[in-house]
């Protein structure tokens, strides 16, 4: 397994679908090489946004396998093996142990609620049965259940975890952790998972953000970080124009949820552009219609991007 410092914007990769809701490979490589040639510093496979929870356990794989092959090691590649039980995520984690991953991430388990002590042995059982450097994927507003900051710091004191993707929302986690790692000298790549601090994150003590938003700006998205770490304010506002822009196409749709909005506004954008071959997002979510895709191309234009460059 390759082995490199994990640091910087990592892209929580849409999955593109064919009609039938099965991987279209061919677009999933074309999106991998728009996202590292626009000079993101990783990604992140069968995530939320890449539609994990509502494709089966053998398109997850296609979609890893595919991205893993196109990748070549040109960048730092996790993949989430979440599922409902631990022996579930243990399970896809096997599945992927002889893939060049650089980490795979669980959340807790989900539709039970679960106590802390719980996580702990779930966490350690399938560290200890995959040997693979484990993330927590902590994400409570979709699993319910938030993996506590002492809960986190003492797995990685132990070394059964190696990173923290935080998507709760909740500042004082971070600031918890960080303070816990400290003084416990414990070593943990420590990730937001948000576009709102891309620019502002590394302020914070953590390694780097995973935002969705990057499958559509990954060039705005990494200057943006690459410039808040060298000071560069000038630079940064104009990213976080960028970003702000880019936005917009999640605030088309006039129904479905907020995820339906987001990743189909994003795959109707990338499909304009000629990144993907298709726009489909798995059901029950629901796709954009033609009048909700007819303001795209403007937001298109003013992020410089109507020729998909």
Not at 24 to 40: A, F, H, K, P
Not at 179 to 184: A, K, M, S, T
Not at 275 to 288: A, G, K
Request: net charge negative.
């Amino acid at each position: 397994m390759p082995e490199q410092k994990i640091r910087g914007v990592i892209v929580p990769i849409l999955t593109p679908l064919n009609s039938d809701e099965t991987v279209d490979t061919q677009s999933l490589r074309r999106l991998t090489n728009y996202l590292i040639d626009n000079g993101v510093h990783g990604i992140w496979i069968s995530g939320t946004t890449g539609e994990f929870a509502a494709i089966s356990d053998r398109q997850r794989l296609i979609s890893m396998e595919t991205l893993v092959d196109e990748v070549a090691g040109r960048v730092a590649v996790i993949g989430n093996v979440s599922g409902p039980s631990t022996q579930m995520s243990l399970q896809m984690a096997m599945d992927v142990r002889e893939m060049a991953l650089d980490g795979v991430a669980v959340t807790p388990p989900y539709y039970y609620p679960h106590s802390q002590d719980e996580l702990l042995d779930h966490y350690r059982y399938i560290s200890d049965r995959s040997g693979l450097p484990l993330w927590v994927y902590n994400i409570p507003p979709t699993v319910k259940t938030a993996v506590a900051p002492g809960t986190i710091a003492t797995l990685a004191g132990e070394g059964a975890v190696v990173g923290v993707k935080d998507s709760s929302g909740a500042g004082e986690l971070l600031a918890e952790l960080n303070v816990l790692c400290e003084q416990g000298n414990i070593s943990l790549l420590k990730f937001l998972g948000t576009v709102y601090r891309i620019t502002t994150s590394g302020a914070l003590g953590v390694d780097g953000v995973i935002p969705a938003i990057a499958n559509l700006v990954p060039k705005a998205s990494a200057q943006g970080w690459e410039a808040g770490e060298r000071g560069d304010a000038e630079t940064v506002r104009s990213c976080n124009a960028q970003l702000i822009i880019a936005g917009k196409v999640a605030q088309l749709a006039k129904g479905g949820g907020p995820n339906a909005a987001a990743f189909s506004g994003m795959k109707s954008a990338l499909k304009m552009m000629g990144v993907l071959d298709n726009d489909t997002v798995s059901r029950p979510l629901r796709p954009m219609t033609e009048q909700e895709q007819a303001g795209i191309p403007a937001i298109l234009q003013d992020l410089g991007l109507s020729n998909g460059s």
